[in-house]
């Protein structure tokens, strides 16, 4: 479980992060909301704990942000306990909202119970990565929540991929596993072209591509973490 922590107050987010840690969850700590922001195209998170107020602006904000694209557990962590307040961060999309100061076994207990909340409700038939979404029941690719076309051969291609992401696969391993997937003879140039079709439809600019990557002489790799839900 990868969680995105937005906390400036150095001291409290370094313990967190020890805390979490222990528990096994991986980390990514960041205290402004622009270095939030970037943070959060570049990686796929499980569950975001955001601190209210911040140098840059607010984590309401930042909540804003997330759920324009992903509906990742949120719970922020603040010492404003008004009821304005608790009522403004569950209505623009937390999950839940802990006061300052807490005991970090509550927070634990919290995430965990965020967690089973989203557990129960998810199919785990999406892959997501990045900006990218791709939805294994209707067999549709979303990229920034916009759904983009594919071709039976293109989804394939694509769920080989990101079903094995972070990892160079050579042309002939993906070969192989288009032809169990029975789409047919495979000609060395069709992959090629398949792949560049791909960018074109999921990549910002397919010069300097993010998620598929060439390795030459190698074969190709999806460049990003990929998180079922």
């Known amino acids: 479980m990868h969680i995105l922590l937005l906390e400036d107050d150095v001291s409290l987010a370094l313990g967190l992060e020890f805390?979490?840690?222990e528990e096994k969850y991986e980390v990514t700590h960041v205290s402004l909301v622009e270095e939030?922001?970037?943070?959060?195209?570049?990686?796929?998170?499980?569950?975001?704990?955001?601190?209210?107020?911040l140098p840059d602006g607010n984590g309401y904000d930042m909540c804003k942000y997330i759920r324009q694209q992903s509906d990742i557990p949120i719970i922020f962590l603040t010492a404003m306990d008004d009821e304005v307040n608790v009522v403004l961060g569950l209505d623009i999309g937390a999950d839940?909202?802990?006061?300052?100061?807490?005991?970090?076994?509550?927070?634990?207990s919290r995430i965990r119970a965020v967690l089973r909340r989203k557990g129960k409700t998810s199919t785990g038939n999406l892959l997501k990565s990045g900006a990218i979404i791709l939805d294994l029941d209707r067999a549709v690719l979303k990229r920034e929540k916009e759904e983009v076309p594919l071709s039976a051969q293109e989804y394939k291609l694509l769920?080989?991929?990101?079903?094995?992401?972070?990892?160079?696969?050579s042309r002939d391993e993906i070969f192989d596993l288009l032809l169990e997937g029975g789409v047919g003879f495979f000609e060395d140039n069709t992959l090629s072209v398949y792949i560049k079709r791909l960018r074109e439809k999921i990549e910002t600019d397919i010069a300097h591509p993010e998620y598929i990557i060439t390795h030459r002489g190698l074969g190709?790799?999806?460049?990003?973490?990929v998180v079922r839900e």
């Open 36 to 53: 939030c922001k970037e943070v959060f195209e570049k990686e796929s998170f499980d569950l975001a704990l955001l601190d209210v107020t």
């Open 96 to 108: 839940d909202y802990i006061t300052k100061p807490f005991r970090v076994r509550e927070l634990l």
């Open 159 to 169: 769920l080989i991929l990101m079903n094995h992401p972070e990892k160079i696969l």
């Open 19 to 21: 805390s979490l840690k």
């Open 220 to 225: 190709y790799k999806w460049n990003k973490r």
